[in-house]
């Protein structure tokens, strides 16, 4: 069965850099989440989207910004990032809204230098 | 969003049943109950999700009270693979908002 499919899965950035990530939703899947797990840390909740609207937000940094696109696969842009930006970076899905059932992806480790 | 509270980490042995107890003493009425497991590096991925007596697939169990306010995954005749971060997470249903909180998981540690 098609998962959630994260590009890319490994991310190496400079301070101060831009990094882009993205999130491929399983087919029929309207709902998107993104969540940031540091090392020995718990995954955090970033942002969702539902149907392409930004439907809630947790401690999603003011240097972070996220996008459902047309055909519900979603961007994170990272900027001005900083040590404590390296991390996994996970993507979820779900369909209906939310229905507490999310289908994660492998992630995708950025690493800040 | 209701707080959560489980063991910070569980130790067993292979072919063991382990139980993990949550307690949640201010759930709401619309909340579900949703177990998550996750392994180093990997997502977390959806174990079970329940409202209130029991649930059973082909995982685990999960038990919830009348009252609600606690909830207990139960996983039978574990294995090595089983080793694993448990999160139990107190979720408004389809009514609500579109995030999941997790809380601090256990960590359980299936030995041989």
């Known amino acids: 069965a098609a998962g959630v499919i994260q590009s890319p899965r490994h991310l190496i950035k400079e301070k101060r850099e831009t990094a882009t990530l993205k999130c491929y939703p399983i087919p029929r899947h309207d709902t998107v989440y993104w969540y940031q797990q540091g090392p020995g840390q718990d995954p955090q909740f970033l942002i969702s989207?539902?149907?392409?609207?930004?439907?809630d937000k947790g401690s999603i940094p003011d240097r972070f910004s996220a996008q459902q696109f047309s055909d519900y696969h979603s961007e994170l842009n990272m900027s001005s990032l900083e040590l404590g930006d390296s991390a996994l970076y996970f993507c979820a899905s779900s369909r209906g809204g939310y229905t507490g059932e999310l289908f994660f992806g492998e992630g995708s480790r950025l690493t800040v230098l | 969003l209701a707080k959560t509270t489980q063991p910070i980490s569980m130790d067993s042995y292979e072919g063991q049943e382990v139980n993990i107890t949550c307690s949640h003493n201010n759930i709401a009425t619309n909340d579900y109950i949703t177990w998550y497991q996750q392994f180093p590096s990997q997502g977390p991925r959806f174990i079970i999700q329940g409202y209130k007596t029991k649930v059973t697939n082909e995982v685990a169990s999960l038990f919830i009270p009348a009252d609600r306010k606690s909830s207990t995954l139960s996983l039978p005749r574990v294995s090595l693979s089983d080793t694993a971060v448990y999160y139990c997470?107190?979720?408004?249903?389809?009514?609500?908002?579109?995030?999941?909180?997790f809380g601090a998981g256990t960590r359980l540690f299936v030995k041989a």
């Open positions: 997470l107190v979720d408004v249903g389809n009514t609500g908002g579109f995030k999941t909180i």
């Open positions: 989207f539902y149907e392409k609207m930004q439907s």
